[in-house]
């Protein structure tokens, strides 16, 4: 049976080159990508490559329940995978993490977004890549609000493998979120 974990490393939640500068590009750059991605058959790893996960494109002016600038990051926990959904604007094959909260203790609905207390949805918690139709290629840093993102060459074997492990549009994969976990290096 197919898992999918992410290996948070702590380390991934010091972004900020200058702690005493605002959220910016020039800012939120650092110990970027540090996390695993992990896919298990069984207890099998069948794949793995590094992720940001830790919401560090926090530029905004946050929405009202937000109690920190990083605080749309998935929190550690389970979590359901609904593969192939609709990119929308996004590059590549894209899965949508929902049934979850965020460090916020905000619920990730199972349509992989959140509703306000006045009843509008806002967000959405995907796994995608870090390509810029700007420049055709993938960015320098993964940008995360709160999304798994990976290179576009990684999120592409993953597709690969759950294509090939018999995973659909729409099937769901169990995963879970663990912080500080090194029982394997890329």
Not at 6 to 31: M, V
Not at 79 to 95: A, K, N, Q
Request: charged share 25%; proline share 4%; net charge negative.
């Amino acid at each position: 049976m197919l898992r999918l974990e992410i290996w948070r490393n702590r380390q991934s939640y010091n972004f900020k080159a200058d702690p005493g500068k605002p959220d910016s590009f020039e800012n939120n750059w650092k110990n970027n990508s540090l996390d695993l991605l992990v896919l298990l058959n069984n207890s099998e790893i069948i794949f793995q490559c590094h992720a940001q996960t830790v919401a560090n494109y926090c530029f905004k002016s946050q929405m009202p329940g937000d109690r920190m600038p990083h605080g749309d990051t998935v929190a550690p926990g389970e979590f359901t995978l609904r593969c192939f959904v609709e990119p929308r604007r996004f590059h590549g094959e894209i899965h949508a993490i929902t049934r979850t909260k965020d460090l916020d203790g905000q619920e990730i609905n199972r349509e992989a977004m959140q509703t306000t207390k006045g009843g509008f949805q806002n967000g959405r918690w995907l796994i995608h890549d870090r390509y810029s139709f700007k420049t055709g290629q993938d960015t320098n840093y993964a940008w995360s609000a709160g999304c798994f993102i990976l290179s576009s060459a990684d999120l592409a074997r993953l597709n690969a493998i759950l294509r090939n492990e018999g995973i659909e549009p729409g099937d769901e994969i169990k995963g879970e979120v663990i912080e500080d976990f090194y029982g394997g290096i890329v």
